[in-house]
């Protein structure tokens, strides 16, 4: 009788090993803003870039982007965390240079005009954590509006003749912020 208790126990043991193993394997499901990027140039193929962000693409579903990016207070640019900035080279955001390295990119949303903000915050959820001291650069730029609406924020890049311009745009707002080289 001991034999068949160890067995049954063992087996017992190994069940719960395997199932515990399974449980770990569980993915989770696809959210509801999904990450994604962009940089220049956005030729997969040239690997040359001068800038790059991720950030999380929030989408409208019926509300106002007043209430998901309240005119007036600092905004993690996206949904979920904060979007990530990359520069690859110095450029300069009005009238500061910025070095090529990793920062945080945040804006003040407005109705005529939304403030860009540079901060040296990493890794880090939303706008709450966002501290004024941690600024490397700012700008305000006007916002236009676009001739069709989108239901997910966006950001796409766009040479210009003294850099690149980030465009932002959600619903009908439009917002371009000019990086110079």
Same mark, same amino acid.
């Given at each position: 009788m001991k034999t068949k208790s160890i067995i049954t126990t063992t087996a017992t043991a190994f069940i719960m090993l395997i199932s515990l193993n399974? %449980?770990?394997?569980?993915?989770?499901k696809?959210? *509801?803003?999904?990450?994604?990027g962009a940089s220049f140039p956005s030729?997969? *193929?040239?690997? %040359? *870039?001068? @800038? *790059?962000?991720?950030y999380g693409r929030p989408q409208l579903n019926g509300r106002s982007i007043e209430k998901l990016a309240? %005119?007036?207070?600092?905004?993690?640019t996206g949904a979920n965390e904060a979007v990530e900035l990359t520069l690859y080279t110095t450029m300069a955001l009005g009238d500061t240079k910025i070095k090529p390295g990793t920062y945080t990119?945040?804006? @003040?949303?407005? $109705?005529?005009?939304?403030?860009?903000?540079i901060s040296t915050d990493l890794n880090v959820w939303g706008s709450y954590f966002y501290k004024? $001291? %941690?600024?490397v650069a700012r700008i305000t730029v006007p916002v236009t509006e676009g001739k069709e609406s989108l239901e997910a924020f966006s950001i796409a890049f766009e040479e210009s003749k003294d850099g690149v311009h980030m465009h932002m745009g959600w619903g009908t707002i439009r917002v371009a912020v000019p990086f110079v080289k």
């Amino acid at each position: 009788m001991k034999t068949k208790s160890i067995i049954t126990t063992t087996a017992t043991a190994f069940i719960m090993l395997i199932s515990l193993n399974m %449980n770990a394997q569980d993915f989770a499901k696809m959210d *509801k803003s999904p990450m994604d990027g962009a940089s220049f140039p956005s030729n997969y *193929k040239e690997s %040359n *870039k001068l @800038i *790059k962000v991720i950030y999380g693409r929030p989408q409208l579903n019926g509300r106002s982007i007043e209430k998901l990016a309240p %005119n007036g207070d600092v905004w993690r640019t996206g949904a979920n965390e904060a979007v990530e900035l990359t520069l690859y080279t110095t450029m300069a955001l009005g009238d500061t240079k910025i070095k090529p390295g990793t920062y945080t990119f945040y804006v @003040i949303p407005g $109705e005529k005009e939304w403030t860009a903000i540079i901060s040296t915050d990493l890794n880090v959820w939303g706008s709450y954590f966002y501290k004024q $001291e %941690n600024d490397v650069a700012r700008i305000t730029v006007p916002v236009t509006e676009g001739k069709e609406s989108l239901e997910a924020f966006s950001i796409a890049f766009e040479e210009s003749k003294d850099g690149v311009h980030m465009h932002m745009g959600w619903g009908t707002i439009r917002v371009a912020v000019p990086f110079v080289k």
